[in-house]
């Protein structure tokens, strides 16, 4: 079976790229190992689909080649994205900090909406497909499958995503395959993910489990404000997560968990820290740091500048030290992938196997949290989709 162009994995990207290659009117082939298309679309924004964001701009990816995504950001951009989508009946509504959900919350409606157009301009889609080989020929690719069944396309585009959420069926495909044909990967790791404790600061983590703190996590020069969430095992929550993406083994995160608080204003004051901090944290947290620091109930004249100093590095330089992350299983995405320096920007078609093309999660380029990895494989899909 001959085909202009077969795509491994029914994802965005992989949907994406099938809709414009179709509307070129190439023949198009969808392979996808679930027995379903879009799983993670499904799940996304739980459920909702947090489908780009108003910001979106090349700062706001992770790369080891970080101008990289500037070219195919800027040929395909935010308002293109609603554009496109309203084509299909899904109106934009901005929640938070730029993110847009649709108006509808169902994450389905991009899913069902990208596969009917597919489908529709005459792509097809195989469900249940495990990919065993896939071989360059001259010209083209012969794609075996662990079913026996044998594919013959012209042009390949490898759509199969990261690591993350292994139930959703992500695998290593993509990864295996770019280096068995000399492709360089950038080390891969979960990103976008819940943080472990380590063990002298599991307890404290576990007394304060389900809080949420309106906080700025801080790694070296970079720094988010969002809420902190402590659970049993550690801490999770926004900006724990867009910091996840930058950590690594043995980095210490600082916390500040009031963000707008000057020591000084406490000190002129009259009223005890605690009555002023009950307003601006939760009490249970209050409850803790009162039984580590009792003087916080006392008059700011009856409390130490020593004193004073320990409870402002307690709420504004609170150093945590992560054990590790929950891994692969809890990551909304991959950091690392598939070097794009072996790609070609304009197309991301492959420098060293002409013909393939590889876009999404699969290289490396992560996107913050709040709707930036979807606007990337919408990009990605339209840049390959209107090459192959």
């Keep these: 079976m ?3 162009v077969i795509i491994i994995g029914a994802g965005a990207y992989g949907l994406m790229t099938a809709v414009f290659a179709a509307r070129r009117g190439r023949k198009v082939l969808l392979l996808e190992r679930n027995e379903q298309a879009g799983k993670k679309i499904l799940i996304s924004g739980g459920g909702r689909c947090n489908y780009t964001n108003l910001h979106t701009s090349s700062e706001n990816f992770i790369s080891d080649n970080p101008h990289f995504t500037r070219n195919i950001l800027s040929r395909w951009r935010v308002q293109d994205t609603i554009d496109f989508f309203a084509r299909y009946g899904i109106h934009p509504a901005e929640k938070t900090l730029g993110q847009l959900f649709p108006l509808s919350n169902k994450a389905r409606d991009f899913r069902d909406g990208l596969l009917h157009e597919a489908l529709t301009l005459g792509a097809e889609i195989h469900y249940g497909i495990r990919v065993k080989t896939v071989t360059p020929m001259s010209p083209g690719f012969e794609i075996r499958t662990e079913e026996g069944i044998s594919f013959v396309s012209e042009k390949l585009v490898i759509a199969t995503g990261g690591k993350s959420i292994p139930p959703l069926g992500a695998t290593d495909f993509g990864l295996q395959l770019a280096s068995s044909w000399g492709m360089k990967l950038i080390p891969d790791a979960p990103a976008l993910v819940p943080f ?81 901090l009950s307003d601006k944290l939760p009490s249970r947290f209050l409850s803790r740091i009162a039984e580590e620091m009792p ?48 790609l070609i920007p304009q197309t991301l078609e492959s420098k060293k196997v002409p013909g393939s093309y590889w876009g999404g999660e699969v290289i490396d380029v992560t996107g913050w949290l709040g709707g930036y990895n979807f606007q990337w494989a919408w990009a990605c899909g339209v840049a390959t989709g209107n090459v192959v």
């Excluded at 109930?297 to 409870?311: T, V």
């Excluded at 891994?327 to 072996?342: F, H, L």
């Design 295 to 342: 003087f916080i109930r006392k008059r700011p004249a009856e409390i130490s500048r020593k004193d004073f100093q320990k409870l402002e590095q307690r709420l504004k330089h609170l150093n945590i030290h992560p054990s590790g992350t929950l891994g692969y299983a809890k990551a909304e995405v991959m950091r690392g992938g598939v070097d794009t320096r072996e």
């Design 2 to 4: 001959k085909w202009d």
């Design 196 to 276: 472990t404790a380590e063990k002298s600061e599991e307890e404290v983590c576990s007394t304060l489990s389900g809080l949420s703190v309106d906080a700025v996590a801080r790694l070296g020069k970079t720094s988010f404000r969002e809420a902190v969430l402590f659970t049993h095992k550690g801490w999770s929550g926004p900006a724990i997560l867009q910091i996840s993406s930058y950590w690594k083994q043995g980095d210490q995160v600082e916390i500040d968990c009031l963000p707008n608080w000057e020591l000084s204003a406490t000190i002129l004051g009259t009223t005890p820290p605690v009555q002023w």
